[in-house]
C-alpha cells in the first residue's frame, strides 16, 4: 500500500516540477515580433561598438530533487508463546500369572552287556649263539728314519712383490633370466554334495483354538470449536498538504537601450526617438494545498470456527485363538554332506631360466711388481737318521657266546564289559508363567507453543521529492533605440 502512494506522490511531482522548468524558458521572449529578441541578441554578441547591452539579473526557479525523511506505518510481527492442552493415551501394564503344562525329554540310564575281543602279549625264551671279536693289544719292534735339524746363518736375497692398482677391461659371464610359458598338471580337490539319510528327534507343533480377549482402540471424530486471527483490508481516507505553484504571465513594458548599434542601422529608420517594447515575464506563488488520498489498512479480528479432531476410545473383544503345543516324534531326513574328491587340471605357468651371456667390464687389479733385497736368515737343513723303537698293534679275535633271547606273540581273547546307555523318556510337567495386558489410560498434557501476532510500527524511511529551488541568473539585454530600429518593435 505504501509503494502505490509513494508511486502516485512521485508521478504528481514530476508533473509540477516539468510546469516550473518550463516557466522560465518563455521570459526572454518579446512581446512584438517573434524574431525581434534574437536579432538583438545577435546584434550585441556580434559587435565591438554595442557598449549599452546591460546586464540584468533574473530569478528562475529550478527542479531539484531533495531526499527528505518520511513517517510510514508497518505491520511486524511479534512472537507471542501460548498454552494448549491435549489428551495422551498411555498403555498400563497389568502382570497375571497362570499355569500350564510342558512335555520334556528325560534321559535314562541303562547297563548293556557287550562282548569284545582283546589281543594278549605272551613272552617267550629262547637261547641263541653269536660271534664277537675280541681285540687283544700286541707290542712290535721297528725301524724308522728321523730327520734332525741343523741351524746355519746366510746372507740371502730375496724378492719380494710391491702391490699397484691397476684398471683392466674383462669379459664376464652373466646369467640373464628368460621367461617362458609351460603348461603343468595339479591336483586340486573339488567339493562333491553328497545326499545322505539319518533319524532325528523332531518337536511337531499340535494346534488348539482358544478363546482370547482382546483391547483395541477405535477411532472416532469428535467436533470442537477454536478462535482464531482473521486479517480484513480496510480503506482509510487520509488528507496531506503539497505546494502548489499558481503563478501567471504578465506583460512588462521595457524601453530599448537609447545608443544605436552599427548591426542595427539597415533595419532603422531613425535611432533619434525612444522605443518600448513588451517583455513576457512569469509571477510565481506558492499556494499549500490539501489533498485527500485513501489507504488499505489490514485489521485484525478474531473468530469463532469448528474443526473436526479423531480421538481413540478403547473396546474389548474376543476372538479365538490358535495355540500350539510341541510333541517329540521320530523322523528320518536327507541331509547333504560335502566330500573332497582329487581332479587333475592343466595350467600354463611362466617358468624362468637363466641364460649365461658374455659381458665386458671393467675391474680393478692389485698387480705385485719384483723387488730384490737382501737379508741374514737361519738357514735349518735337515739330516736322515734311523732309530729303532717299540709300538703296540691292537689284534681282534672270533669268541663264539650264547644268549637267551625273549620273544612276544599276540594271542585274541574274549572279554565281556558293561556299558552305561542313556534313553530318551518324554514327561509332563505343569509351570508357572506370566501374562501382561496391557489397559489404556487417557492423561491430560500441556504444549507451549509460539504464535506471530501482527503489530503496527511507525518507522521513518528516506524519500526522494522534487523541490523548486529559487537561483538569480544574470542575462544580456540589448539597447532600446538599437533594438527597435532592428526589429521594429513601436
Known amino acids: 500500500m505504501s509503494s ?73 510481527y511479534e512472537k507471542q508463546e501460548k498454552e494448549k492442552t491435549y489428551t495422551i493415551c498411555k498403555k498400563v501394564p497389568h502382570t497375571e500369572t497362570k499355569t500350564r503344562e510342558v512335555e520334556y525329554t528325560e534321559w535314562v540310564e541303562k547297563e548293556i552287556e557287550k562282548l569284545y575281543t582283546v589281543c594278549e602279549v605272551q613272552k617267550e ?23 734332525k735339524k741343523v741351524v746355519t746363518p746366510t746372507e740371502k736375497t730375496f724378492t719380494r712383490m710391491v702391490p699397484k692398482e691397476v684398471t683392466k677391461t674383462g669379459t664376464r659371464k652373466v646369467m640373464k633370466p628368460v621367461w617362458e610359458e609351460v603348461e603343468k ?23 488348539e483354538e482358544i478363546e482370547k480377549e482382546y483391547t483395541r482402540m477405535v477411532p472416532k471424530e469428535v467436533t470442537k470449536t477454536g478462535t482464531r486471527c482473521v486479517w480484513e483490508t480496510v480503506k482509510e481516507e487520509k488528507t496531506r498538504t503539497i ?23 539597415p533595419c532603422c529608420e531613425s535611432c533619434s526617438e525612444p522605443k518600448t517594447y513588451m517583455k513576457k515575464c512569469w509571477v510565481p506563488e506558492c499556494v499549500e494545498k490539501e489533498i ?46 560335502t566330500v573332497c574328491e582329487p581332479e587333475t587340471y592343466t595350467k600354463t605357468v611362466k617358468t624362468c631360466k637363466h641364460e649365461c651371456v658374455e659381458e665386458e667390464y671393467e ?75 496391557y489397559e489404556l489410560v487417557k492423561e491430560e498434557k500441556t504444549k507451549t507453543y509460539t504464535v506471530c501476532v501482527p503489530v503496527q510500527v511507525e518507522k521513518e524511511v528516506e524519500v526522494k521529492v522534487c523541490r523548486c529551488v529559487e537561483e538569480v541568473i544574470e542575462c544580456k539585454v540589448p539597447c532600446k533605440d538599437c533594438c527597435k530600429k532592428c526589429c521594429g518593435c513601436k
Open 125 to 147: 625264551e629262547k637261547e641263541v649263539e653269536y660271534e664277537v671279536m675280541v681285540p687283544e693289544k700286541v707290542t712290535k719292534t721297528g725301524t724308522r728314519t728321523v730327520m
Open 243 to 265: 505546494k502548489v505553484d499558481k503563478g501567471h504571465w504578465e506583460c512588462v513594458e521595457t524601453e530599448c537601450p537609447s545608443s544605436c548599434n552599427k548591426c542595427c542601422k
Open 4 to 76: 502505490w502512494v509513494m508511486g502516485s506522490l512521485g508521478r504528481f511531482l514530476a508533473v509540477a516540477c516539468l510546469a516550473v522548468v518550463t516557466t522560465p524558458a518563455l521570459a526572454g521572449d518579446c512581446a512584438c515580433k517573434p524574431n525581434c529578441a534574437s536579432a538583438c541578441e545577435k546584434c550585441c554578441e556580434g559587435s565591438a561598438e554595442c557598449d549599452k547591452c546591460t546586464v540584468v539579473e533574473k530569478t528562475v526557479r529550478r527542479p531539484q530533487w531533495v531526499t527528505e525523511m518520511k513517517t510510514v506505518t508497518v505491520t511486524e
Open 363 to 437: 675391474y680393478t687389479e692389485t698387480v705385485c711388481e719384483k723387488e730384490e733385497y737382501t737379508k741374514t736368515v737361519d738357514v735349518v737343513t735337515c739330516e736322515e737318521v734311523e732309530e729303532e723303537y717299540e709300538y703296540t698293534v691292537v689284534e681282534c679275535k672270533p669268541v663264539t657266546k650264547t644268549k637267551t633271547v625273549v620273544t612276544c606273540k599276540k594271542v585274541p581273547v574274549e572279554k565281556t564289559k558293561t556299558c552305561t546307555v542313556k534313553e530318551p523318556v518324554t514327561k509332563t510337567r505343569t509351570e508357572e508363567y506370566e501374562e501382561t495386558t
Open 185 to 207: 598338471e595339479y591336483t586340486r580337490m573339488v567339493p562333491k554334495e553328497v545326499t545322505k539319510t539319518g533319524t532325528r528327534k523332531v518337536m511337531k507343533p499340535v494346534w
Open 292 to 337: 485527500t488520498y485513501t489507504v488499505c489498512k489490514r485489521v485484525p479480528h478474531k473468530e469463532e470456527y469448528e474443526y473436526t479432531v479423531t480421538v481413540c476410545e478403547p473396546e474389548t473383544y474376543t476372538k479365538m485363538v490358535k495355540v500350539c503345543k510341541c510333541e517329540c516324534v521320530e523322523e528320518e531326513y536327507e541331509y547333504t554332506e
